[in-house]
């Protein structure tokens, strides 16, 4: 099966940029939309990009989402960091060929 | 406002059965698409099972294919997951998962509470 990998964990400082990547294991990044969300801590998921790079109503224009097909990569990046941005993030697709959905593993945020 | 209402989670032990129950309001449910979603404790998000609006197109992990049964009553707006032959490896937090179209496009938009299984002896 097609893999997400995401780093496990990435740290920044408030106010700054920090961008996570989620890579796919084979097949083409850009032939399936890829989905991001966060999860607070005992808190339930929410959405923050969908369809690579659209934004839910509510989610603040500091989160977008690219996609980058020399690296097959899909990347979430949040910039003016506050401590509330603390959390998990998870990428996500559907793979229409194998009808399954694939999570990666999660990235866990520090802000420093 | 949208609200998505697991219940039916328990304890109970290996081989046996239990019934989610995905309660819905505040939008009209047959106009999507729905999922289960389950995190096991201190563990990433595992996908379940994916259904369509009109229960026309329905998907699972293979981790449960056999097992379990989604199923969805658009009068009542509520979806259902029906899990056989419960393992340990099944405890977790189980989510009911809002698709923001009407077909299995697992564009998730809105995440319930979920609802707590624990299988063991």
């Known amino acids: 099966n097609v893999m997400l990998t995401q780093p496990r964990a990435v740290s920044e400082s408030p106010g700054k940029t920090v961008t996570i990547s989620c890579t796919r294991s084979?097949?083409?990044?850009?032939?399936?939309?890829v989905q991001w969300f966060q999860q607070r801590p005992a808190s339930s998921p929410t959405t923050v990009i969908y369809?690579?790079?659209?934004?839910p109503s509510g989610v603040p224009d500091r989160f977008s989402g690219s996609i980058d097909t020399s690296s097959n990569s899909a990347s979430l990046t949040i910039s003016g960091l506050r401590a509330d941005d603390e959390a998990d993030y998870y990428c996500q697709y559907y793979d229409r060929t194998s009808r399954i959905v694939i999570f990666g593993g999660g990235t866990r945020l520090t802000v420093l | 406002e949208i609200q998505l209402v697991e219940s039916g989670g328990d304890l109970v032990h290996p081989g046996r059965s239990l019934r989610l129950s995905c309660s819905t309001s505040?939008?009209?449910?047959?106009?999507?698409?729905f999922h289960w979603v389950r995190q096991a404790p201190g563990k990433g998000l595992e996908w379940v099972s994916g259904?369509?609006?009109?229960?026309?197109?329905?998907i699972y992990a293979d981790s449960v294919k056999g097992r379990f049964t989604v199923s969805r009553d658009n009068d009542k707006s509520s979806l259902y997951l029906q899990m056989n032959s419960l393992r340990p490896e099944d405890t977790a937090l189980y989510y009911c998962?809002?698709?923001?179209?009407?077909?299995?496009?697992?564009?998730?938009?809105?995440w319930g509470q979920g609802t707590l299984v624990t299988v063991s002896s």
């Open positions: 369809d690579d790079k659209r934004r």
């Open positions: 505040g939008f009209t449910f047959d106009d999507y698409a």
């Open positions: 998962v809002k698709d923001l179209r009407s077909r299995v496009a697992a564009t998730f938009d809105w």
């Open positions: 259904i369509s609006w009109d229960s026309g197109f329905i």
């Open positions: 084979s097949g083409n990044i850009g032939s399936d939309y």
